[in-house]
């Protein structure tokens, strides 16, 4: 029955990571059979391992999708090739057959040698420079009109992650969804790389920036003030968020309120929830909130905090906003840009109470980044793990809980 | 068209709770019309309101309706008549008419005099005493062939709570069901209260006990430490849980871990679900919780604090039981019953991460009694101000972070 | 104690719209006290209601404070002034005191009349023309320096809105926001609206169209065939959605998967996650939806069937989108500014799986306009309701679900 | 360093059932190594899998903690010993030491033989009979004072569960938990597999009972029609519920409402709320809910369906409970044991609406049953697929909806 074959090598941590069985799996469902031809285990956990497996199937044409399949798990085909590219059509337009990324490390085979691809990211395409030396991982929307992008799926391999070396929540298989398990650690977890990369930072280590990527309900729910002291106190570098955050949170530094509620007093506050749009006008007055941090207008909180230490910030524009405040980046693929620019160096993301923002920056983070997803709907930690960051964490928890909870473990008194 | 009339007196705090709003929009919708005869307001908040309604339809069959509907906002018909009762017919079953009470305090009319029906709670009937002279609310199955069962709704008439004098989260009019409110002043409330109803518990004051209904997430979310500390230092005088909750908890001082997970260390132990399973067959063995905290192998947490406090503690069993624990009343009419019976006293209800015990217990608590809902999921708080639990606020927050708030407010320094 | 007072008038549906007892409620809330000179109660529901109230406070600005707070319920200062302005100081910028306009039908009294305020929407300003004879209100980044910007609250009413005439959903005061209430009813009362709708926007009648705003979850889980065959049948005439929602349509027609979920076989399809990156490269390619739909390239779907009925669809664009498709308004304002323009003449909206779309577009609607929101996660549907809509209707139900049984009502035979 | 080793051998579907996998991640996890002493991998999806592993640990107590980690998956220590039991200490409590099941098929070693452990469920005990020829999972409430309870972990093995031939949703790896994945399908598969089972069931085929346990949402969201329909279709054998289902579906029956909210009318029907009480009164007064229905009190709906068809209904009564209903099992240990009699025989286990009966049904059934969580709240089938049930599905939905599309699939034409 088995009209056509090939074989298929798997290499690297192909147990520990459950490739083997993914691809075996993945195999069988298609409709293949498989010969295991040859299986050599690392007999500890740093030696990889290595699979070699003949795959059949009843047409060329299963068979060919098979090989699709089971690629991205890392399965290269023995036959090495290099990688085909072709022309791009137009300024903004991939070749038909466009090779698509995924998240985890991947390498090309140009002239015979694997090239890592840089700057990869989830859902790119890859173009290859003119002399076929290098490659990069590229939005659909920056390509241009000519350049060599790579197609199909021959000499492309991608390599699965090992698990880290730290035993903390970031190495574990399973991503933890739950509102019915313990938080303590989990925070205890983060709170310690926290300051292992606030330590890296200092020293100038690579890939040792945090990015908090954050929603209003950090305002509202009463994280403000243990996000700004992070801030503050070199925790965090570089900060997504969007108009609303930005405008509460100086709301409450204007008005002590939050959406119209008193942070404080803790009700709504008669006409309160005119105070954000009061807010954003006067510091559209001024022109921008740099403007309003150093001439004094704006004194506390977190973007007071952003301006003093020098954090990065990338505000994008959505259609629910008011106004909106100066600096905001209205387009959102000029938006998106910005937050892909400030990606490098990052060794930690968490993805605070913001659907919009968690989704968007973990489609923009290669797998091997530690990822925490925080939210009090089970909803977006799930999404996010659906999507499978590999090192993703969900937690089901209020954002000022969180927040709160880390800064505690670091050293604030609040 | 009007060929039915009948006139209604409303009394009270009819305009700042809403009531008058309420029975004129009921009379409309249901399609009869009125006539404001006469409205007294109140010029201060303390005055009481009364207004005099004639009510007209187009049938007698439909002024009857609207009356029914009207009457439990506390609209009581002019002409005043004594409440009409009949014998129940077997041990457990009220006579078809009968009378089925709100959760507002309610009064019934006997020999010309209006008296209150005591132990007032939603869903029960009215039981008259020999001699008409008292009356008090009776569930279903407890009521006794031939005992004296209202029905209709003549001659009864429910008082509409009046706004509470303090100015905390309990007085407004909406209860709180969302993750984007500030939730740090509804803690202040919280503990403010209870730490005023432990002074007045310490003085023997009337209604001074706080219940806390609780589910064994509490202790998954790592709330253990800070209930139990609030138990010890005498904030809490009754809890409500189930068999998990317990069992959880005891197995945290045992194994340190809570469903299996490690509390501490975080993450999951080999074999840890089974912690549970041995925490309940070890107090089997002992023969009793109280036993095992005296003889010295249950140490420290929530129950091993109920014990040393001498808090009363009601253990509900479910089907979801693996045991159960001795102590555990495995027949819910009879654990409903010492619910029941935990209830007077009670001046402030904590119904945390539970939605078995918080909608059961809602259901056993006079409107009066201030009621917090805690869950991570909207859903239960939602639930419970549905029932319309005037004095209800629902928080959407995780219940170890609920506690450990509530905890640092009141001086734990967890 | 009182050394400031103030007469009020309320007029209108004061009663049933709870207006009145607001009113009181805030007064006495924020520490003032009232003295009731005149109330006159309209007997029937269709006549308006008249209250006078004395407003008494220890001091002047708490006076001003609660004058400011009762007057967005529609309390007018009895001596009755002109509004005042002030000119914009900028660009995009207001005058400090600007009043922030709420999504009620509001006046302002110019040279001794009262003027309806045009284009109506929650958080804006008021601009009033040249010869002071028109208002209408005007979102911050579109006022031009100069212009006459209505301040303070002088000169300024509210009306409050009448309950419909309509005995069907929209004319309940609460929101039904449950997964525990009856679904079928409201399918039942949106189904008939939309119906009558129709009906309307074939004979020219203004406020007939039906606007959806939705997002990508109605294609996931199984919603497109029936969201389509309501566009194509005419129910559905203004369509808001992102770049998500159209991308995973077309990739339906043209790879049958949603997400790389086959929406027949209903499982992972391997590479499937490439299928909308394909699908917007596709569409890229050809230049814009309505070619691809011309062209035969999409035969069916939401997208084909908003091009074949003309259609408005506004795209909007976010930092999640890949690609992104052409015709998606990338900069948020001008995608605010193209679903501002797009609101009149709508009689009915349905926001539908979309946090993100559906607090936007419930920001630009008139309180007037009934709208249902519906959405698995009940946090949207309260998040809506809290933000005030009137007749707002929230609904726990997936987004599938609902827009088939709504097409089943209208005569969907799917 | 390593001073005590042990071979363990992994015999069956240990690749695709991820087995080996987990094994050599936990060997590593507790800080062990292995050596790979030999590995033979099927070659076609049928052909078992063995493999031989050589467990290293730096001490004897590591290398047993080690051991009884990996026990669970199937990993049985090379040298056969029998196992070993011990008396039970008294009646309702088991030996320290004993053996928590899990809810995989499990062995023991008896007088040198391999003895299928009879009623598997998780969380039970094993006691084997007099003779040592037989041995059954027991519940601890169960065990009898000298019975021969398992303990260690000497002596019993694990069988891994083959993935089902079928190749529909209950065949694949992961449970899908999301409300943003199609549901067509699953609901097709459902249907498909509810189809197969009656028709097994009227040829009398083993294992062939469809089994739903539900919750009163069922009647709110509107389902009641479809499950009656199910029921009297033959497609449903047994139902578990509580006391709300049943007096909601015949308050339904006898007014028309849910909750007092009428299902045509769709809204509140005044003094509605009463509604249920009164039902359970009236079948309190009539004896039976069987006798309600013969006698015609009763006459269409979930209960009359299941009186007609002689469906098994086990209704187990909790501390919500109005009444409770004759019938209602109020005692949660014996509601569990009448659950626990009706499993054997189940082929199809639907769990709707109701995260009590969800939780607890799940408890009951082995791991092979395929299994169906259905919840409007992600959380429920969360928590389910949390427990491991390695065939459950979990389906974020409304339970109307889910009854209404399988009964539609099924020929219904509501």
């Known amino acids: 029955m088995a009209i ?92 038909d057959e466009f090779y698509a990324t995924s998240h985890l490390p991947t390498q090309v085979r140009l002239q015979g040698r694997w090239i890592d691809v840089e700057r990869i990211e989830m859902d790119l395409g890859i173009v290859v420079n003119a002399d076929k030396t290098a490659a990069r991982a590229v939005p659909m929307g920056d390509v241009r009109r000519g350049e060599s992008v790579v197609t199909g799926r021959t000499g492309i391999r991608v390599i699965p992650l090992q698990r880290p070396q730290e035993r903390d929540v970031f190495s574990f298989m399973e991503s933890q969804v739950s509102a019915e ?28 920036k945090v990015l908090l990527a954050g929603g209003p309900a950090i305002i509202h729910a009463g994280g403000r003030d243990a996000l700004a002291w992070l801030i503050d106190s070199g925790f965090v570098h570089v900060l997504f968020c969007g108009n609303a955050l930005a405008a509460h949170d100086m709301e409450a530094d204007l008005y002590g309120t939050s959406l119209g509620y008193g942070l404080s007093a803790g009700r709504a506050v008669p006409h309160g929830h005119e105070h954000h749009l009061r807010t954003i006008n006067r510091i559209r007055a001024i022109g921008s909130i740099q403007a309003a941090v150093e001439s004094g207008v704006i004194k506390e909180g977190i973007m007071a905090a952003c301006v003093k230490r ?14 909106p405040l100066p600096g905001v980046i ?21 993805l605070v109470a913001s659907t919009l923002h968690a989704v968007a920056t973990g489609n923009l983070l290669p797998a091997r980044i530690p990822t925490v997803c925080v939210d009090v709907n089970p909803a977006v930690p799930t999404k996010l793990a659906d999507r499978g960051s590999f090192q993703a964490v969900g937690l089901v928890m209020d954002a000022a809980s969180f927040l709160r909870d880390v800064a505690r473990e670091l050293g604030w008194k609040g």
């Open 4 to 95: 056509a074959q090939e074989t298929v090598i798997l290499h690297g941590h192909i147990i520990d990571s459950l490739i083997l069985a993914k691809v075996l799996d993945t195999i069988l469902m298609m409709g293949g059979t498989f010969d295991l031809e040859e299986v050599v285990i690392g007999k500890t956990r740093h030696e990889p391992s290595r699979a070699k497996i003949l795959v059949q199937a009843s047409s060329t044409d299963l068979l060919a999708e098979i090989l699709r399949a089971v690629q991205p798990h890392g399965a290269s085909i023995e036959r090495e090739l290099d990688c085909r590219w072709e022309a791009a059509p137009a300024d903004g337009v991939f070749p």
């Open 181 to 208: 398990r313990p938080h303590g650690h989990i925070v205890a977890d983060v709170a310690r790389r926290t300051d292992l990369l606030r330590e890296g930072h200092r020293n100038g280590k690579p890939d040792s």
């Open 310 to 323: 020098g954090v990065q910030v990338v505000m994008a524009g959505t259609i629910r906003d008011d106004g």
């Open 330 to 350: 209205t387009d959102s693929v000029a938006a998106q840009a910005a937050m892909r620019a400030a990606i490098p160096g990052v060794g930690l993301a968490l």
